[in-house]
């Protein structure tokens, strides 16, 4: 029997990863994610067979999460669960486990916001590793397949966008470019992996200019496409004999594109407690220019271990943690978004 205390069981399935974690007073216990490969075939996520996936996988997920934790049902104090956003079946999963859950369990039922879980994801204990969280406020970069935002974090509960991609986000252009480049989904580490054997001021591709603090990476996008598409008009080979020197080019330019804006939100708002989330940051490209600005601008820099930086439901159950604390919980009637705002 688990010692008494606050546990919250976390439910994760917005896109093709099935996940279950259990929280004790916001130190984890267990955290089983359950990926998706049928989707490398298909270059992307295809929404109908990660919803059939998530079904098969949810039930046998949950179970060994409560094992690992060494915790049965009756010791549980909620079930929170990702609302949105994320694919509409994917997320209705999630959501119908965990208010069945609920249900039978007696037990208050809390709704996240995906985006929220990937911040306080950092705030997440593990058992003999030193915590080092973030201090309030902060400005914590997200970037993610779906996403790319520069949030403040003033508190737990309390965030404030103050810069996004106004179409495309910097997740998906790598993943898009490396489509084209005819690199296995998802593409994103191949081009890291490639990057560091090539020369990052090889090729220039365009910068887009974006007003405040927002980005664009569709024109980036288009411009690498064009580009590919010309030289390989004069050279049939040019992808292949250039592969890694195109894989640092692209990877150098959305790194700076990401920090431009980041080291303009540090200057603008007079924070210097700088996190990065989601999982673009585990890109080892991203993290070392990260380093190199905080030690140039004197920057508190705090990055997530690179198990939390994917979707998981860690992040959702210590996002479900202090929202508990708050006692924010939801109703039945609660609804997926496939999108929504924090």
Partial sequence: MAEKGIIIMGIESSCDDTSAAIIRDGEILSNVVASQKVHEEY???????????????????????????????????????????GLLGSLLVGTSFAKGFSLA????????????????????KENGVEFNPPKFPFLCLLVSGGNSQIILVRDYLDMEVIGQTIDDAAGEAFDKCAKVMGLPYPGGPHVDRLAKDGDPHRFEFSRPRIPGLDYSFSGLKTNFLY????????????????????????????????????KRAARETGVNEITVAGGVS??????????????????????????????????????????????EFAGQDAVPFARTQL
């Fill in 105 to 124: 369990s007696k037990i208050p039922l809390i709704e996240v916001n995906h985006l929220q879980g990937h911040v306080l994801a950092l705030f997440i």
């Fill in 282 to 327: 585990a890109n080892s490209g991203l993290r070392n220019a990260l380093q190199d600005n905080a030690k140039k601008h004197r920057w508190n820099l705090i990055i997530p271990k690179f198990e939390y930086t994917m979707d998981n439901a860690a992040m959702i159950a210590i996002t479900g943690y202090y929202k508990y604390l708050n006692k």
């Fill in 227 to 262: 580009f590919l598409r010309d030289n390989l008009k004069v050279n049939e080979n040019f992808v292949e004999e250039n592969l890694a020197d195109l894989c640092a080019s692209l990877q150098h330019t959305i790194i700076e594109i990401l920090l431009s804006k980041l």
């Fill in 43 to 85: 270059g992307g996520v295809v929404p109908e067979l990660a919803s059939r996936a998530h079904q098969q996988n949810i039930i046998p997920v949950v179970d060994l999460a409560m094992k690992r934790a060494e915790i049965n049902r009756e010791e549980i104090s909620a079930v929170a669960f990702t609302r949105g956003p």
